[in-house]
């Protein structure tokens, strides 16, 4: 299957860059690039892309809420990756927690937006590595907390003390592998785990985990301004 996917962002130079490198994989196909958030709301709601490419920061409309503008309209099966100058956590949090797909610096190698497009189009969540690793000790912190945001999620006590580590871990944007590295278990053994965390809690995706975790208040980075 053609992935069609819709690239929006107001430097021309890098959206024709971007352009080719996604015109030259095999399986995807660019049906649209455009310069500002209106246009892409527009052009996606006519052409209904597999994935939108968006930058976050895009004049008439900025990419977050061109983002959430398509999500909440119901543009099915769209799934959306963002691409961004800046990482803070205030922007991981924020776009999260609208339901995108992906995140991701625009310095990452191109071979790297690839593969992200691709975990996005399949139903899965997909972080800059840089991100999730400087995320990790924060997140850390989270699992060792008792909130009684946490207490109040449906489902959550059906969870393993590790089914629900396994859950933390892939609402924050960590990838099978990155768990791994986390937890020091094998490749198998994750996906067993959020199979049953999926099954568990009634999701039907890791972008619905990452969605059901931001709405109870599971994963909400610290405040980073100082840094």
């Known amino acids: 299957m053609t992935l069609r996917i819709l690239i929006a962002d107001d430097h021309a ?8 490198v996604l ?92 593969t992200a497009i ?13 991100i999730t690793r400087r995320l990790a000790p924060r997140l850390a912190e989270t699992l060792a907390a008792t909130s009684p945001a946490r207490k109040a999620a449906p489902g959550l006590e059906r969870l393993t003390a590790r089914e629900h580590e396994v859950f933390l871990l892939m609402a924050a944007g960590f990838t099978n592998a990155e768990i791994c590295d986390q937890l020091y278990v094998s490749g198998e053994t994750i996906k067993t785990h959020v199979s049953r965390v999926l099954s568990k809690l009634d999701l039907r995706d890791r972008v619905h985990a990452v969605r059901f975790a931001h709405h109870y208040g599971l994963i909400e980075p610290h405040n980073t301004s100082g840094l």
Not at 13 to 20: D, E, K, N, T
């Open 23 to 114: 015109d030259a994989q095999p399986d995807m196909e660019c049906v649209a690039d455009v310069g500002d958030g209106y246009s892409a709301v527009e052009a996606t709601r006519s052409l209904r892309p597999d994935v939108a490419v968006l930058d976050v920061r895009m004049p008439k409309l900025d990419g977050l809420a061109a983002a959430r503008e398509l999500l909440s309209t119901g543009v099915a099966p769209l799934k959306i990756v963002l691409l961004t100058t800046f990482d803070t956590d205030e922007y991981v949090r924020t776009a999260l927690a609208s339901g995108i797909s992906a995140f991701l610096l625009k310095s990452l190698p191109p071979e790297e937006l690839v």
């Open 118 to 130: 691709r975990v996005a189009a399949r139903g899965d969540t997909y972080i800059d590595p840089t």
């Open 13 to 20: 130079v890098f959206r024709s860059g971007l352009r080719a």
